[in-house]
């Protein structure tokens, strides 16, 4: 590898690894902790989902490495860099090098068939027409069990060539994953979400059909990783909210092995923010808690408005965060969650999304915080689904000064 990018990391990797060392990192681990623990403190504030192709401010993120697994390496550094100095809000830096462990599946037999519509080249964020192709028996006839294969030696190659380049620097874990199971986000893709509403009066049986398959599909993935050893109980994040806790730390823990009953569970559903909590319960839930019990805690939900399905659930056993999104009853929500949950509240992206609307901010999350308090719950600020802020990162720099300047007024 070329000696002046070598260099250009691991000058990057000792500044990340300063503030890994200071104690303000060390307390935003805690008082993202504290919440997930149900004991709560001050509520953490974290960003995520950011349109990186708008945000390269002063040029700082401009990337010089040529070497692909160091140009890598750079963005990571870069990336990590860049958010605390503009907008860390409670960001925690995990004291590590993470490199994702490799692994494939053969698929499910059906893959998605859609037209795409761009208004901006460099944003992944686009318009979606889905074609249906699970309409019939015929086609969910295709469906089948995914095989998961691990690739541990291409794992045992990454950590080699990334601890050559660190040194002492800054140690590299291996990383794993959580239980992340959608199946609704993955058969509106493979059919659009209309012809599923329909289906639900004209074919409700047909539904049921998809999601026993779906069902499947999830259930043997999460064993295959399991088996696999692909499974993670030390998240850095749990679908942009925070992950650590120590609620997962079991008696029964086995050294060296990481079990689906000692990691997260993530769901969510979110085509069902126009349907009954009968309908919810019907095609939803009672086949998400087929995996969902056997994991250790539960977060569930993501853009969908969750305050008239709460009292489905709450018969989870294991349920421990909810997404609280810009649509849902903010009041309401806190006074379902109580202190049992965590409240992940989800601002409203479109706040930063052309030029940046100071006041509502302001409105928005000391409504929460009033709200929260009152009914002492448990809960943190997750602004996520950051489709563009118009080519001005100064938006997202100065939402992250006024959340907290407002959190002050209640946190002293």
């Not at 690894?17 to 993202?32: D, G, M, P, Q, V």
């Not at 401009?62 to 697994?69: G, I, M, R």
């Not at 779906?214 to 679908?239: A, N, R, V």
Request: aromatic share 10%.
């Amino acid at each position: 590898m070329n000696t002046n990018e070598l260099q250009i990391i691991r000058e990057l990797a000792k500044q990340y690894a300063e503030l890994c060392a200071t104690e303000e990192n060390k307390e935003h681990y805690r008082r993202c902790k504290a919440v997930n623990d149900l004991s709560p403190q001050r509520p953490p504030v974290w960003i995520d989902e950011v349109p990186w192709n708008e945000m390269n401010f002063e040029d700082r993120l401009t990337l010089t490495c040529e070497d692909p697994f160091l140009r890598q390496m750079e963005w990571f550094f870069k990336e990590k860099l860049y958010r605390w100095e503009f907008f860390r809000a409670d960001m925690y830096l995990s004291p590590y090098y993470p490199i994702g462990k490799s692994w494939e599946s053969s698929g499910i037999g059906v893959k998605i068939a859609e037209q795409t519509e761009a208004t901006d080249s460099s944003n992944h964020i686009v318009s979606h027409h889905y074609f249906d192709e699970l309409d019939t028996e015929e086609k969910l006839a295709r469906l089948h069990l995914p095989v998961i294969t691990a690739h541990p030696e291409k794992d045992a190659e990454s950590l080699a060539k990334a601890q050559e380049v660190l040194g002492n620097i800054l140690p590299v874990r291996l990383c794993g994953s959580n239980v992340n199971h959608c199946p609704w986000d993955d058969i509106s893709m493979l059919r659009g979400v209309e012809p599923i509403l329909i289906d639900m009066m004209d074919r409700p049986e047909f539904l049921h059909q998809t999601m026993e398959i779906f069902t499947q599909i999830g259930l043997s993935q999460m064993e295959q990783k399991e088996k696999l050893g692909l499974l993670d109980s030390q998240l850095e994040s749990l679908h942009c909210t925070p992950p650590f806790t120590d609620d997962l730390l079991q008696k029964d823990a086995v050294p060296g092995k990481v079990r689906t009953q000692d990691v997260w569970f993530r769901a969510m559903a979110q085509m069902f923010s126009t349907v009954s909590p009968a309908a919810f319960e019907e095609f939803e839930f009672q086949y998400m808690k087929r995996l969902a019990e056997k994991c250790g805690l539960v977060y569930y939900g993501c853009c969908e408005p969750l305050d008239n399905f709460m009292p489905v659930l709450k018969k989870l056993p294991n349920l421990r965060k909810c997404g609280v999104s810009p649509w849902s009853d903010v009041r309401k929500m806190t006074e379902e969650l109580g202190g049992n949950y965590v409240y992940a509240r989800k601002p409203n992206p479109a706040n930063v999304g052309s030029g940046f609307e100071e006041d509502t901010v302001r409105k928005e999350i000391r409504e929460t915080i009033e709200a929260c308090m009152e009914n002492k719950c448990p809960y943190e600020f997750v602004l996520k689904d950051i489709s563009t802020v118009a080519y001005r990162p100064q938006n997202l720099f100065r939402w992250s000064q006024v959340v907290q300047e407002t959190i002050d007024e209640y946190y002293r």
